[in-house]
């Protein structure tokens, strides 16, 4: 499916996703070369553990950029309104345009969007009838990565064997617990509320399609 290049110029919204793409690169920078490196060259886990991080890590951040840049709906000037679904169009009062039922005006974004669902600042895009799966596809693989980090956190304090060739005088490693302390608290905070927000686009995709 070909997807619309869309780019919201939003100085709060560039702020939001910067602060996420940071997260993102600190616990795909720091957990490897913590955790999965030296317990890997120590034969504590395998190589697809390695990898499976990598994909998620891959996968998230994918879908994090395709959510932010493709387009969510967005209504063109003169729109053509087949003659058989006249009656389900009405006038925007903000922009003075045609637009189908179910659609709103973004104000952050300043048009209209086909079923609009929110406007994300954490993408930096509105959330609507075109972007709509790939804002669940991003809600998924966050979900999998925090949660993967989180379960890597625990298995290195709490599962997997003391390392045995830690070099003290590297900053990550005279820093570890603090680090990775922050990995936990930003892991926690992140799949909380990325599961609330799945969970409640599930829901509303589940009563939309029952009501149909």
């Known amino acids: 499916m070909g997807q619309r290049i869309h780019f919201v110029v939003d100085p709060q919204g560039w702020c939001c996703m910067g602060l996420i793409i940071l997260v993102w690169l600190y616990n795909t920078v720091f957990i490897p070369k913590v955790i999965l490196f030296p317990h890997y060259e120590e034969g504590n886990i395998s190589v697809l553990a390695v990898l499976c991080y990598y994909f998620c890590s891959v996968f998230c951040i994918g879908s994090l950029l395709r959510a932010s840049v493709a387009d969510p709906g967005k209504l063109p000037e003169n729109p053509k309104i087949p003659i058989t679904e006249r009656e389900y169009w009405e006038l925007c009062n903000k922009c003075n345009m045609m637009r189908p039922k179910r659609s709103h005006h973004c104000s952050r974004c300043g048009h209209c969007v086909r079923r609009m669902d929110h406007h994300c600042p954490w993408i930096n895009n509105c959330v609507g009838e075109d972007n709509h799966w790939l804002f669940l596809q991003l809600c998924f693989y966050t979900q999998i990565l925090s949660s993967y980090t989180l379960i890597l956190d625990f298995c290195h304090y709490y599962y ?12 990550i490693f005279r820093h570890e617990l603090a680090l990775l302390r922050i990995s936990a608290f930003m892991g926690l905070i992140i799949l909380g509320g990325i599961s609330r927000l799945f969970y409640i686009q599930l829901m509303g995709i589940f009563t939309v399609s029952i009501s149909i």
Do not use: A, I, M, Y
């Open 160 to 171: 997997f064997l003391p390392l045995k060739k830690e070099n003290w005088d590297v900053f």
